[in-house]
């Protein structure tokens, strides 16, 4: 069964310092990784998605199959990016759409 | 365009009745997705659906639960004889059929239900 582990449930960092969201899943296909946002009051949004290798809002991420991980990082944390992040899986060969979540990690930014 | 709709916002019930859920796509989107959030949980799939057809099912729990999406108006998922266990919050996405951004789900606001 595909599994999403995001190990830290709050991350507080100062405003200009590096960030890193830690994602790691356990999947034997071929998997597509998402990571989606909800800032405070706002519905979940797609950040970014590892097929597209952007950079969105100064995130990026990279899918390393060796370590199955997909952490999100940003060099410069900014007060803005305060909100919850979730790391998502879909398996892309099986005609199967469901994401599987991660239980999100929320990231405040300390002024 | 107004994105994905769900109502109600919030939803109370008591324990033996039924709960019913709506979503409407965006504009445009024939595939609905149901995610359930328990609290300090991430969200799980629920259930996939195209206009008048269930494709994937294998999250929704056996018994109770139901959902649909007729040819016309929105999506609904439906609980029956709800029970405290049921208290969520519940996410509606939805996607194009094909084209750009076709696996890209978009997300509802999600309704909050309390069951009493």
């Known amino acids: 069964a595909q599994r999403v582990t995001q190990p830290e449930k709050l991350l507080s960092v100062f405003k200009g310092a590096p960030v890193e969201l830690k994602c790691n899943y356990s999947y034997s296909g071929s998997p597509e990784l998402f990571w989606y946002v909800q800032y405070s009051r706002q519905r979940l949004q797609l950040l970014l998605r590892h097929i597209s290798r952007e950079s969105i809002k100064g995130f990026t991420a990279d899918l390393n199959k060796g370590e199955t991980s997909f952490h999100l990082k940003k060099p410069f944390a900014q007060e803005e990016d305060s909100a919850m992040y979730y790391c998502a899986l879909r398996d892309s060969g099986a005609g199967s759409y469901q994401l599987t979540f991660g239980k999100g990690t929320k990231l405040s930014v300390i002024p | 365009n107004a994105g994905v709709m769900q109502n109600p916002r919030h939803l109370v019930r008591r324990r033996g009745q039924e709960a019913r859920l709506r979503c409407s796509p965006m504009?445009?989107?024939?595939?609905v997705y149901w995610y359930r959030q328990l609290p300090e949980e991430g969200l799980k799939f629920m259930v996939y659906l195209q206009k008048e057809n269930i494709i994937d099912e294998s999250g929704m729990p056996k018994e109770r639960f139901s959902a649909e999406f007729p040819k016309e108006g929105p999506s609904i998922l439906r609980i029956q004889q709800v029970v405290r266990g049921d208290s969520a919050a519940y996410f509606c996405a939805s996607s194009p059929s094909t084209g750009e951004g076709s696996d890209t789900q978009y997300f509802g606001p999600g309704t909050r239900l309390t069951v009493l």
């Open positions: 504009k445009g989107h024939s595939h």
